[in-house]
């Protein structure tokens, strides 16, 4: 099993830009997948970016562009740079973390290991 503790939250003006970070504990596995999720007041959980352990990228078309995932192995961190915020990314962002590809990363369900998430809220 793997732990996994969100920081980086905040409250931004539109325009503005955070940076999540994902402190990860445990042991993953030779091959995995980390991605971010959020879930924004009264909605579905939604995948935004998932990285592989080979260094694979993938993004939810909405925040192509805009955001940048990025892992530093020395760290076990995950991170999620997030630039030109708009309203519609207020949510509660998660990471989470399974073994093996990122194929069908965006699936929520397919995931084991999650963290407890951070608040990200933009005005406009």
């Known amino acids: 099993q793997v732990q996994l503790v969100e920081s980086g939250g905040g409250s931004v003006q539109a325009g503005g830009s955070l940076r999540l970070s994902c402190a990860a504990s445990?042991?993953?596995?030779?091959?995995?997948?980390m991605g971010w999720f959020r879930q924004p007041p009264g909605k579905v959980r939604e995948g935004v970016a998932a990285i592989h352990s080979d260094g694979g990228t993938s993004y939810a078309d909405s925040v192509k562009g805009r955001f940048t995932i990025s892992r530093d192995n020395a760290k076990n961190t995950l991170y999620l740079q997030m630039n030109s915020l708009k309203p519609e990314d207020t949510a509660m962002y998660y990471c989470a973390a399974r073994r093996g590809t990122c194929y069908g990363w965006y699936n929520y369900g397919t995931y084991i290991d999650w963290g407890q998430g951070t608040q990200v809220t933009v005005s406009s």
């Open positions: 445990g042991y993953l596995s030779s091959s995995f997948c």
